[in-house]
């Protein structure tokens, strides 16, 4: 998105400032324009993935899982294995 507005930005430039009325600067604008468009359908149809959005959330829960984990043992991270059953560290216990 960022690309999309300094590409317009530029060729708003070019209509304001004569001197910038080049065909390299024209050009280099027009690039941004397309290579912004391009990223953001690109990126729209990666959203619209039912694999890649399930990893990016997946990927996204793992972090806070981490963060978590690092915050609790005060800078120093436990490996907790769900598969052995370890209730320790739980903060619900009672």
């Known amino acids: 998105m960022a690309l999309n507005a300094?590409?317009?930005a530029g060729l708003?430039?070019?209509?304001?400032?004569?001197?910038l009325r080049i065909w390299p600067f024209a050009i280099f604008c027009l690039f941004l324009i397309g290579y912004g468009l391009l990223h953001d359908r690109q990126l729209a149809m990666a959203l619209n993935d039912k694999v890649y959005s399930w990893t990016m959330s997946l990927r996204c829960v793992l972090d806070e899982l981490r963060k978590v984990q690092e915050?609790?043992?005060?800078?120093?991270?436990e490996r907790v294995s769900v598969m052995e059953g370890s209730t320790k560290g739980n903060r619900f216990e009672g």
């Open 12 to 19: 708003l430039a070019c209509y304001f400032v004569p001197s």
């Open 71 to 77: 915050h609790n043992g005060a800078g120093r991270i």
């Open 6 to 8: 300094t590409g317009w």
